[in-house]
């Protein structure tokens, strides 16, 4: 399925890495809010977000980054965001999250 | 060929789940035309943004909304229509900004609240085909 969103959580003693795929749209968003709030929730680690098999994001994906950045920041926590395509790297670029997120 | 325009429209509900459908037909005319990839994946965050906006809105009036893809030479133009005349100007809210900032800085033009249509927007390939 084209519009399909993949969340998989990998837990480490210093930090969670959470390693997304398919696609993160207005129709998947609520699954990934969903999951990632409640592994910053949870877990109050590091969050590494690998996105190497993401292939597209818009406005309520990034959103939902912000959000669970906060989050984090609440517990003094960051979030790492790994392996962005380059059409999604743009994306970050033109918002100004590439300077709120550590991007790798 | 020059000065002909091909219009393609799509139909859809007010629902999540067919906003993909604009950006997979978004993709194959996009193509059509001769846009690389980069400007393919910029038409369709552009695209869905205005999508979106119009599902989390909806409408007591109508059940669908109308996007008409105009090809014309080397230009795609993107018109969001829908028969409820209370959906015009979808994108004056301040929690729109930043999907209005993206709108803008993915497509060459971008034409707010008219009389005629929601948002109309186009993309020009920039190389010869």
């Known amino acids: 399925m084209a519009d399909e969103l993949n969340f998989l959580e990998e837990k480490t003693d210093d930090f969670v890495k959470v390693t997304l795929s398919g696609e993160v749209d207005i129709y998947t968003s609520q699954e990934l809010?969903?999951?990632?709030?409640?592994?910053v929730e949870t877990n109050k680690k590091d969050l590494i977000i690998d996105c190497k098999e993401?292939?597209?994001i818009d406005s309520t994906?990034?959103?939902i980054f912000v959000g669970a950045l906060k989050k984090a920041k609440q517990y003094e926590k960051k979030i790492t965001i790994t392996n962005l395509k380059d059409n999604i790297k743009k994306l970050f670029i033109i918002t100004g999250l590439d300077k709120i997120f550590e991007v790798e | 060929m020059e000065g002909v325009t091909d219009n393609i429209q799509l139909i859809l509900p007010f629902k999540a789940e067919y906003v993909s459908v604009?950006?997979?037909a978004a993709s194959g005319i996009g193509s059509r035309i001769g846009f690389d990839i980069?400007?393919?994946e910029d038409i369709k965050v552009a695209i869905s943004e205005v999508c979106n906006k119009l599902v989390s809105i909806g409408s007591s009036v109508s059940d669908c909304y109308k996007i008409v893809y105009s090809v014309s030479g080397k230009c795609l133009k993107v018109t969001y229509l829908c028969d409820d005349p209370s959906i015009k100007c979808v994108f004056r809210n301040e929690s729109d900004a930043l999907a209005v900032?993206?709108?803008?800085?993915?497509?060459?033009?971008v034409e707010l609240c008219t009389d005629k249509h929601i948002l109309s927007m186009s993309k020009v390939l920039e190389r010869d085909a």
């Open chain 1, 33 to 39: 809010k969903e999951n990632l709030y409640r592994v």
């Open chain 1, 54 to 56: 993401l292939n597209y």
């Open chain 1, 61 to 63: 994906g990034l959103g």
């Open chain 2, 22 to 24: 604009a950006r997979l």
């Open chain 2, 38 to 40: 980069e400007a393919i």
């Open chain 2, 101 to 109: 900032h993206i709108i803008n800085a993915l497509m060459d033009e």
